[in-house]
């Protein structure tokens, strides 16, 4: 692992506790700690960032919120059966899963909940307090992976229940990371306690399968110098997200990220549209289609065509794991404001750093080297790319 066993333990508090993402998360973490399989996926148990000073996975502490009331171990079950997690793990792990699950609170707001705006936030928040006291935590980072919610209604609407736990991590003290489309800290009065909070954060839609692939086919065009004409594509997907993005408003949210991946890297949006399809009988799993019309030498007319099929909560398990240790650690480090350097990880993410797959890389290994006990980089503005070889060596 990447830290000592003697360093503080650390919390992670997932919102949508109980889903399917936050259910791998928690299993995942426990399953590699206790050595039962490797961290295949996990970017920062790589070499790279073994100088890091990560908190390491044994030092994690999860709990959460969620509206759900059906308990981890029942959800892994649950999994498990969707061949989600491989056999005989959930029930290896399940003292690690009923901690967990001891750990997860009511969320909100729910159908007939009278409470104000601000009395959700009080309590969101004295629930992570608490959960922070109780563990004598050092720090915990707050991490949505709670199902898209419908794009925002204006600034008069009600906030987002995104906003509501964003505003609740900023009153607890604690970094923030969305790992959905919902607005979250986007939205505007998020956005003011952020700035004065000097918390750092990050954000958002997690870049798990079609997104992933268009920031790396992107730029290979552009550098090409291949013109393309139309770029369309197809989701089919199941489970909580699917049911969540059937709903037009949600789907647009998402789409909305997947877009600026193929506005920043081509340098303009082409033809052709993302459809998302609710397929409930694909459960957790879901296939992506890109069907890409370019142009060649003399006009020459071409196409290249994609196809994913990932398990969603399996591509963003390790993610989310990376991204609460990177955050946890920019914390301690006292770094504070929109995390741009971890742009490697999201379709839309915050701050100005690059958008093409292999840049935020280069950025995101120059941002662990600035992590480490030396701050050997600590001097220098995060959102400067310096140039790297293929084993993320300075040249």
């Not at 692992?1 to 919390?11: C, D, E, K, T």
């Not at 952020?194 to 920031?215: I, M, V």
């Not at 600026?260 to 340098?267: F, H, I």
């Not at 701050?351 to 840049?359: F, M």
Request: with cysteine; net charge negative; charged share 20%.
């Amino acid at each position: 692992m990447s830290a000592s066993l003697s360093r503080p333990r650390v919390g992670v508090w997932l919102i949508g506790a109980r889903g399917s993402v936050a259910t791998t998360v928690v299993t995942g973490c426990a399953a590699i700690t206790a050595g039962l399989h490797p961290p295949t996926g996990m970017v920062t148990e790589t070499p790279a960032f073994t100088g890091s000073a990560l908190p390491a996975l044994s030092d994690l502490v999860f709990g959460g919120h969620d509206t759900l009331d059906c308990p981890l171990p029942k959800r892994a079950e649950s999994l498990t059966a969707g061949g989600v997690l491989p056999p005989g793990v959930a029930s290896a792990v399940a003292a690690e899963l009923e901690a967990a699950d001891r750990e997860i609170r009511p969320g909100g707001p729910t159908p007939g909940d009278t409470r104000s705006e601000t009395a959700l936030i009080t309590a969101f928040a004295d629930d992570i307090h608490d959960f922070m006291h109780r563990h004598e935590l050092a720090r915990a980072v707050v991490v949505n992976v709670a199902s898209t919610e419908p794009a925002s209604q204006g600034p008069d609407a009600p906030l987002p229940a995104s906003t509501l736990y964003a505003l609740a991590a900023l009153r607890a003290g604690c970094p923030y990371v969305n790992f959905t489309p919902s607005e979250g800290m986007h939205h505007p009065a998020a956005a003011r306690e952020s700035e004065r909070s000097g918390l750092p954060y990050a954000g958002r839609d997690g870049k798990t399968g079609q997104t992933l692939l268009r920031a790396v086919l992107g730029p290979m065009f552009a550098q090409r110098a291949l013109t393309v004409r139309a770029w369309s594509g197809t989701n089919l997907l199941g489970g909580g997200d699917g049911a969540a993005l059937a709903d037009p408003a949600a789907a647009a949210a998402k789409n909305a990220g997947k877009e600026r991946v193929l506005a920043d890297t081509l340098g303009t949006v082409p033809e052709g549209e993302v459809h998302i399809d609710d397929v409930p009988a694909l459960g957790d799993w879901k296939t992506a289609w890109d069907h890409i019309a370019f142009d060649g030498f003399l006009g020459t007319r071409m196409i290249l065509q994609t196809i994913w099929q990932g398990c969603d909560s399996a591509l963003a398990a390790p993610l989310v794991l990376d991204l609460a240790r990177l955050t946890a650690r920019a914390h301690e480090a006292g770094l504070s404001g929109p995390l741009d350097a971890l742009g490697f990880y999201f379709k839309d993410p915050v701050g100005d750093g690059p958008s093409g797959l292999a840049e935020q890389y280069a950025e995101l290994l120059r941002f662990g080297r600035r992590l480490g006990p030396a701050g050997e980089e600590g001097r220098q503005d995060v959102g400067s790319v310096e140039r790297l070889d293929d084993t993320g060596d300075a040249l």
